[in-house]
Nanobody
Framework: QVQLVESGGGLVQAGGSLRLSCAVSGSIFSCIVIGWYRQTPGKQRELVASITIGGITNYPDSVKGRFTISRDNTKNMVYLQTNSLKPEDTGVYYC?????????WGQGTQVTVSS
């Protein structure tokens, strides 16, 4: 059973940066596409970045140019570099597969951006 453990969140002022990490126990290749999701109260969990096994990335317009997803297949790690953070980026961030079978969600990591 693959387990996902997110870390790296925190409290940051608007304009600041955080680097989030996702440790995948088991093989990262269990996900053909893996992504970072954001959950905010009252909203559905939204996908904010994804990356394929081959390294092709995709972002919604809301974070394009500010967020960068990367993966280290040798370490079974996925990262999300978040720059120029805005208050609306506040939420709990999770990693998981995109499409197909998803694994049990981890505990997530809280990102809070103050204005």
């Amino acid at each position: 059973q693959v387990q996902l453990v997110e870390s790296g969140g925190g409290l940051v002022q608007a304009g600041g940066s955080l680097r989030l990490s996702c440790a995948v126990s088991g093989s990262i290749f269990s996900c053909i596409v893996i992504g970072w999701y954001r959950q905010t109260p009252g909203k559905q969990r939204e996908l904010v970045a994804s990356i394929t096994i081959g390294g092709i990335t995709n972002y919604p317009d809301s974070v394009k140019g500010r967020f960068t997803i990367s993966r280290d297949n040798t370490k079974n790690m996925v990262y999300l570099q978040t720059n120029s953070l805005k208050p609306e980026d506040t939420g709990v961030y999770y990693c998981n597969c995109v499409g197909g079978i998803q694994f049990p969600w981890g505990q997530g990591t809280q990102v809070t951006v103050s204005s």
